[in-house]
């Protein structure tokens, strides 16, 4: 893990997601580094399924999180966002961008894998997911590091750590 705040965030974050049962799986930048990337981000990206139970247990693990939300990012995208938590969580709902349609919650979760954080889990996107959605959304923050991600994928696989 790139620090201790965040090892000590996402052990919360996956202590709050479990007594919430809340299934979500991280996403993003975070799957990168929790895959191995040696990348940064300044949040947590958490896909869920889009009901309105989980919208309910998600306003309970805001204030778990010490924020409040969540609350739309933007009128362009159903994500939303947690804020005041120490490191802002974005909810992303039902689907990743990327491929036709994108990439949906079950077949993410099918291909996803867990991880340990400190006495806790998290499910944590495949690499090759991170990198279909990172190539769809083609913005410039995202192509910046598809090359560290692509050479990150090869060594996982070279290792057995994720299929082909």
Known sequence: MASEVHETFLTALATELRRARIEAIVVGNMASILNGAPVLTQDVDLLVRDTPLNRKKLKRLAVAMGG????????????????????????????????????????????????????????????ADVIKSKTAAGRKKDKAVLPILHDTLATRRAAGLEKS
């Open 68 to 127: 409040v939300g969540p609350e739309p990012i933007s009128g362009l995208t159903s994500t939303e966002r947690i804020y005041g938590a120490l490191v802002p969580i974005d909810i992303l709902y039902d689907q990743m961008i990327g491929g036709v349609g994108g990439l949906k919650f079950a077949s993410v979760r099918s291909r996803s894998h867990s991880e340990v954080v400190g006495h806790e889990m998290l499910t944590v996107a495949s690499l």
